[in-house]
Nanobody, 120 residues
Framework: QVQLVESGGGSVQPGGSLRLSCAAS????????MKWYRQAPGKERELVAG???????NYADSVKGRFTISRDNAKNTVYLQMNSLNAEDTAMYYC??????????????WGQGTQVTVSS
């Protein structure tokens, strides 16, 4: 079994910053692509950012220039640095990882979510 544990969410004023973390543990040989999604109330879940094991990144247009995704392969951890936050960034943020298990099979895993609220 593989577990993803997220942390770092909270409440912040507009213009503020937060850093999310997501650590994968368990039956892991290798973690490949790591992503952050978010879902606001009444809206569909959307991809925020992704990063390959080699460090290639992609971002949603709405967060480019404000958010930075990074990872520590030795710790199987992905981060999301969020700057210049605004009310539209308010959502539940979810970590998603594609994992190669010790058996050689692959699996797609989700974290439990961490809430980010941007409000004055």
């Amino acid at each position: 079994q593989v577990q993803l544990v997220e942390s770092g969410g909270g409440s912040v004023q507009p213009g503020g910053s937060l850093r999310l973390s997501c650590a994968a543990s368990g039956n892991i040989f290798r973690v490949d692509v790591m992503k952050w999604y978010r879902q606001a109330p009444g809206k569909e879940r959307e991809l925020v950012a992704g990063i390959t094991r080699g460090g290639s990144t992609n971002y949603a247009d709405s967060v480019k220039g404000r958010f930075t995704i990074s990872r520590d392969n030795a710790k199987n951890t992905v981060y999301l640095q969020m700057n210049s936050l605004n009310a539209e960034d308010t959502a539940m943020y979810y970590c998603n990882c594609n994992v190669v298990r010790l058996s050689g099979t692959t699996g797609d895993y989700w974290g439990q979510g961490t809430q980010v609220t941007v409000s004055s």
